[in-house]
């Protein structure tokens, strides 16, 4: 079974700061894709980024950006020139795919406060 | 830009009642999939749906829970009789599924929360 660990139970950072984010995860399986969510206070799960297991590039959305190690099957979560409104919970989940559906395993979540 | 809803956003419930929990899944929509999430814990697949079948569910989804598409709108989880370790947020998500890509991300709704007592 797939899991997703997030080692990093809270992060603080200051305003217009770079954070990252650390998540590992362990799998048998050499197709798979990784997403990171965000769960502000007023609680709805919010796509940030996506990986696909089989592209080398690491992806990069606006201000988030990811270092996808393969290998290492880490998948770390950069958010550079940080603003109030990524105050919010992270979680780091893999997907797999059965039969077209996708199952999501997350991890812990990080808690990530932004210091003005 | 479309959303997934779900109603109630808070349900309080006796130990032993059923209990329904309402998703509007986005229109064009192909898979269905309900997770939990108990206070201060992980958020746990559930269930996943598609083609009006369960496609996977997990250990947590035992004989107590039930999804069902009623019309072409709705996906309703069902828990027959509750227990207090249901209590929970429970989350509604779809996701399209385009031939050939079937990396389409999962969009989630605000959530449920249950208390059971």
């Known amino acids: 079974a797939q899991t997703v660990t997030q080692s990093q139970p809270e992060m603080s950072v200051q305003e217009a700061e770079t954070v990252t984010l650390s998540c590992t995860y362990d799998?048998?399986?050499?197709?798979?894709?990784l997403f990171w969510y965000k769960q502000p206070p007023s609680r709805q799960m919010i796509l940030v980024i996506r990986?696909?297991?089989?592209?080398?590039q690491n992806a990069t959305e606006n201000r988030f950006s990811v270092n996808f190690q393969k290998a290492a099957k880490s998948f770390s979560l950069k958010i550079s020139d940080s603003q109030l409104g990524d105050a919010a919970m992270y979680f780091c989940?893999?997907?797999?795919?059965?039969?077209?559906?996708?199952?999501?395993?997350f991890g812990q979540g990080t808690r990530l406060t932004i210091n003005p | 830009e479309p959303e997934v809803t779900q109603t109630p956003s808070h349900q309080v419930t006796q130990m032993g009642q059923e209990v329904i929990l309402r998703c509007v899944p986005i229109?064009?929509?192909?898979?269905f999939y309900w997770y939990r999430q108990i206070l201060g814990q992980k958020v746990e697949f559930l269930v996943s749906?598609?083609?009006?079948?369960?496609?996977?569910k997990s250990e947590i989804f035992d004989d107590q829970f039930s999804v069902e598409r009623p019309d072409g709108s709705n996906f309703t989880l069902k828990i027959r009789s509750t227990k207090l370790e249901d209590s929970a947020m429970y989350f509604c998500?779809?996701?399209?599924?385009?031939?050939?890509?079937?990396?389409?991300?999962?969009?989630f709704g605000d959530g449920t929360r249950l208390s059971i007592l």
């Open positions: 799998t048998s399986e050499s197709d798979y894709y």
């Open positions: 998500a779809s996701s399209e599924a385009l031939t050939g890509q079937l990396n389409q991300p999962q969009h």
């Open positions: 749906f598609y083609n009006n079948e369960i496609s996977e």
């Open positions: 989940a893999y997907g797999s795919f059965i039969q077209g559906a996708q199952k999501l395993v």
């Open positions: 229109s064009n929509h192909l898979y």
């Open positions: 990986q696909e297991a089989y592209k080398q």
